[in-house]
């Protein structure tokens, strides 16, 4: 579908320092439809820069091994400066903590650069739509950082602390089984706009901020 003059495209920023990919990265999102990529830095200093004069982007394209702050040191400091920006971490690392710590950080997903470039179009398109992108190397990763962790210790919280109805266990389950909020509102026979709702509340109770925080929370902590 063609973008009109009344529908806003979707603002992707890259932070990138290989600029040959970096500029690959660009050309096929701007050729995108409905999609810009209004930002293209070569680290998350000059993006933070470039904040403070700007509107913030819808996505963030964040790379991990940058000059100075790297990109999952910087997770926290973006979701404050751009707390309504997704941020898909796009590297070469399928390295299991990176994967796991980006995610608790709060990053909306997770793709490999040897996945392609036409597929961080679709990556995009997805996280829009409320989705967590990862390609299936990092979601086996992710799977496998789960399992060596211990489920709730003596000294953590017990499930029962954080006072989750059975509504939004519910909602926390089929997030984890990878259903996007339209299909959890059509699998329970709810509008999309009560799911929102039960995910603010579960976002406030569990003291994290995306889809994928939560979820990580809640399989990390023996929830779910």
């Given at each position: 579908?063609?973008?009109?003059?009344?529908?806003?495209?979707?603002?992707?920023?890259?932070?990138?320092?290989?600029?040959?990919?970096?500029?690959?990265?660009?050309?096929?999102?701007?050729?995108?439809?409905?999609?810009?990529?209004?930002?293209?830095?070569?680290?998350?200093?000059?993006?933070?820069?470039?904040?403070?004069?700007?509107?913030?982007?819808?996505?963030?394209?964040?790379?991990?091994?940058?000059?100075?702050?790297?990109?999952?040191?910087?997770?926290?400091?973006?979701?404050?400066?751009?707390?309504?920006?997704?941020?898909?971490?796009?590297?070469?690392?399928?390295?299991?903590?990176?994967?796991?710590?980006?995610?608790?950080?709060?990053?909306?997903?997770?793709v490999l650069k040897s996945a392609g470039?036409?597929?961080?179009?679709?990556?995009?398109?997805?996280?829009?739509?409320?989705?967590?992108?990862?390609?299936?190397?990092?979601?086996?990763?992710?799977?496998?950082?789960?399992?060596?962790?211990?489920?709730?210790?003596?000294?953590?919280?017990?499930?029962?602390?954080?006072?989750?109805?059975?509504?939004?266990?519910?909602?926390?389950?089929?997030?984890?089984?990878?259903?996007?909020?339209?299909?959890?509102?059509?699998?329970m026979e709810i509008s999309i706009h009560?799911?929102?709702?039960?995910?603010?509340?579960?976002?406030?109770?569990?003291?994290?901020?995306?889809?994928?925080?939560?979820?990580?929370?809640?399989?990390?902590?023996?929830?779910?």
């Amino acid at each position: 579908m063609t973008t009109t003059s009344s529908e806003k495209p979707t603002d992707v920023w890259l932070v990138e320092d290989n600029v040959m990919f970096g500029l690959g990265v660009q050309r096929v999102v701007n050729s995108l439809a409905g999609m810009t990529c209004g930002g293209n830095f070569t680290s998350v200093e000059a993006a933070f820069a470039a904040l403070e004069g700007t509107a913030a982007p819808d996505v963030i394209l964040l790379d991990v091994q940058l000059p100075g702050m790297d990109g999952i040191e910087a997770l926290g400091s973006f979701k404050v400066l751009a707390p309504d920006a997704r941020i898909i971490i796009l590297t070469v690392f399928d390295d299991a903590d990176k994967i796991f710590r980006a995610v608790c950080a709060g990053a909306s997903g997770y793709v490999l650069k040897s996945a392609g470039i036409d597929q961080i179009g679709a990556a995009i398109k997805q996280v829009m739509a409320g989705g967590a992108p990862m390609t299936p190397e990092v979601a086996r990763k992710v799977l496998d950082a789960f399992a060596r962790i211990e489920t709730i210790s003596e000294n953590q919280e017990s499930p029962d602390d954080y006072h989750l109805t059975d509504r939004e266990l519910a909602i926390l389950r089929l997030m984890a089984d990878g259903l996007l909020k339209k299909e959890i509102a059509a699998h329970m026979e709810i509008s999309i706009h009560t799911v929102s709702t039960h995910l603010r509340r579960v976002y406030c109770k569990l003291h994290v901020n995306t889809n994928t925080g939560a979820v990580a929370k809640a399989l990390r902590e023996g929830i779910i």
